[in-house]
């Protein structure tokens, strides 16, 4: 039987390369988004089904991960991908933009968790997978609410993987670094609060860096290969870097003392 992969936000970037990289190698891949009705590629592809989920919907989550296990048989991977940045200074943040992203972020990817084991507990296996970032381990300026989203779900992944292991259930986390994508335009909610002032330079030289950035990173492909090769490698990894730069980073963010890497990364991102 082939196997199945069930994908959150397919619609684009990382999620619609995901879904194509396991296509191409044979998988039955579930591509689920908000607006399927906008898909023009996914959906016309003999092997790829489309289904409409917003995470932040329980009603739609348990229902979309029935008819996909109706559909397909079995679940083999769950790939929590969903997600996007509330960035900027957080003095201009509003309550409902810090909720905001904790519910699609942190909050839908652990909903789809616990909605999932049950599934993987009754077919004796089964491999989730976390799309965090290297901004889970680290920090960038402006992207506190993003990086403690992150820092969230690396914790809950590293906490999860003792009580599953006994069911044969692996939880892994991969760690994208920059990356092409529309993460920095469409996947991006800059704060506007006219009360707040002060941070325009700030913000405009940061994320003017952040998007340099991003242009020219590798694009989302790389991180499909990434994904690809945590569900299939059989190993209990919980980590695995994604990207030209995620490793560089992270090494250094491990074996740099902090005050020290904390100032090559303000050199960096305020450099203009």
């Given amino acids: 039987m082939k196997k199945t992969i069930f994908i959150t936000g397919a619609s684009s970037g990382i999620g619609k390369a995901t879904a194509l990289y ?8 579930a591509a689920t988004m908000r607006s399927p009705e906008k898909d023009e590629e996914l959906s016309k592809l003999e092997g790829i089904n489309v289904y409409k989920l917003d995470v932040t919907n329980l009603e739609e989550i348990s229902a979309v991960t029935s008819k996909i296990y109706q559909d397909h048989g079995r679940i083999d991977v769950l790939l929590n991908n969903a997600g996007y940045a509330e960035v900027g200074a957080f003095e201009k943040s509003k309550d409902e933009e810090v909720r905001a992203q904790f519910d699609v972020n942190v909050f839908g990817a652990m909903n789809l968790t616990r909605e999932i084991i049950p599934y993987f507990r ?47 259930i692996k939880i892994k986390n991969v760690e994208p670094g920059p990356i092409k994508t529309d993460f920095y335009s469409r996947s991006q909610n800059v704060f506007e609060n006219e009360a707040v002032s002060g941070y325009e330079n700030y913000e405009k030289n940061i994320l003017g860096n952040m998007s340099k950035a991003g242009a020219k990173a590798p694009g989302p492909e790389i991180v499909a290969k990434t994904i690809f090769k945590a569900a299939t490698d059989g190993r209990s990894t919980l980590r695995y870097p994604a990207g030209g730069k995620a490793k560089f980073i992270l090494f250094f963010r491990k074996v740099m003392p902090g005050h020290f890497f904390n100032k090559l990364v303000s050199k960096t991102m305020e450099r203009r």
């Fill in 22 to 29: 396991f296509f191409y190698k044979g998988w039955n891949v």
């Fill in 122 to 168: 009754k077919q004796g296996e089964g491999t989730i997978i976390n799309v965090t970032s290297v901004g889970g381990k680290m920090t960038f300026p402006l992207y506190s609410i993003y990086s403690a989203s992150k820092w969230a779900l690396e914790g809950f992944a590293e906490s999860l993987q003792y009580e599953l292991q006994q069911f044969n």
